[in-house]
């Protein structure tokens, strides 16, 4: 393996201390982000319950400040009570089928793995990926598990629980697929998918989250999520509602404002991840 797959330890240890000051401006609950890598941004949580992990991964074309401002409507909603710590937000890809490779999953692997020595106290990784962003999280294990990979001593192996948000499963001609070599190293898989029961509305990924699901036996599970209330009329509305409990657009999606503007009336969505309890490693039930 070539020496230059890694970053110098005192560069990444330099990276993981740094002040929050050094990118942008104080988000809500005091999270403030710096640039790990093209497309991926981090920051520690100063009012943390725990030492874990998470990693949101947003939708197709989703800028990178929508998706810090998603990240830190979660952490203030749900993941500060989950024990999380360390929180890293990823920007949409360019494609919908993240055709041009554009963010740097490579760095954020490494980045991880360090930061998973120096915390022997993170349990577990807690990883959402919306839409297209599915793909890009692939992409990270990939990186972790199966190209480069840079887990070889397995300090990931079974910490990480992925929810793929209305993604994708990945083929060799659309998308990066997710593997069995992925799955025998992550902790668990969860597809999940969003409906509104009275109207029989399905967002638009349902069948392949169910698919996904059933894919890789009890390491995988689906998850369908109730949005009654949210508003929606038309199938992609539907597929924010796992960003935005109640989406701006009705009939298609807003993604400015769905992940960029949360407020009572329009609420960060949480209920994935409600299978996870305080900051124990409780993996999602399944639902079939």
């Given at each position: 393996m070539h020496a230059d797959m890694f970053l110098p330890a005192v560069l990444v240890s330099l990276m993981l201390t740094a002040q929050p000051s050094v990118f942008g401006a104080s988000g809500r609950d005091g999270l403030s982000w710096m640039t790990i890598s093209s497309g991926v941004n981090y920051a520690v949580a100063d009012s943390a319950l725990g030492d874990d992990v998470f990693v949101g991964l947003s939708g197709w074309n989703v800028k990178q400040e929508w998706g810090n401002n998603w990240v830190s409507g979660l952490y203030a909603a749900k993941l500060r009570a989950l024990g999380v710590r360390h929180v890293y937000s990823v920007a949409g890809p360019q494609h919908d089928n993240y055709s041009g490779r554009e963010i740097g999953t490579l760095e954020l692997a490494r980045h991880l793995l360090f930061l998973m020595k120096s915390h022997?106290?993170?349990?577990?990784?807690?990883?959402?990926?919306?839409?297209?962003?599915?793909?890009?999280?692939?992409?990270?294990?990939?990186?972790?598990?199966?190209?480069?990979?840079?887990?070889?001593?397995?300090?990931?192996?079974?910490?990480?629980?992925?929810?793929?948000?209305?993604?994708?499963?990945?083929?060799?001609?659309?998308?990066?697929?997710?593997?069995?070599?992925?799955?025998?190293?992550?902790?668990?898989?969860?597809?999940?998918?969003?409906?509104?029961?009275?109207?029989?509305?399905?967002?638009?990924?349902?069948?392949?989250?169910?698919?996904?699901?059933?894919?890789?036996?009890?390491?995988?599970?689906?998850?369908?999520?109730?949005?009654?209330?949210?508003?929606?009329?038309?199938?992609?509305?539907?597929?924010?509602?796992?960003?935005?409990?109640?989406?701006?657009?009705?009939?298609?999606?807003?993604?400015?404002?769905?992940?960029?503007?949360?407020?009572?009336?329009?609420?960060?969505?949480?209920?994935?991840?409600?299978?996870?309890?305080?900051?124990?490693?409780?993996?999602?039930?399944?639902?079939?």
């Open positions: 022997p106290s993170s349990k577990r990784i807690i990883i959402a990926a919306h839409s297209s962003g599915s793909y890009v999280a692939h992409a990270l294990f990939q990186d972790l598990y199966d190209g480069a990979g840079l887990d070889s001593t397995r300090l990931t192996d079974g910490k990480i629980l992925y929810f793929c948000l209305d993604g994708g499963i990945g083929s060799g001609s659309f998308g990066v697929e997710i593997t069995q070599r992925m799955a025998d190293r992550l902790g668990h898989i969860c597809g999940v998918s969003a409906c509104v029961p009275a109207a029989n509305l399905f967002s638009p990924n349902h069948d392949e989250m169910v698919e996904l699901g059933g894919k890789f036996g009890l390491r995988s599970s689906s998850l369908l999520i109730d949005a009654t209330g949210c508003g929606c009329n038309e199938k992609w509305c539907v597929h924010l509602t796992l960003i935005n409990q109640k989406p701006y657009n009705q009939s298609t999606d807003n993604v400015q404002n769905d992940y960029g503007n949360f407020n009572a009336d329009h609420p960060v969505a949480t209920a994935y991840l409600d299978s996870l309890k305080d900051s124990a490693l409780t993996l999602p039930q399944q639902h079939r």
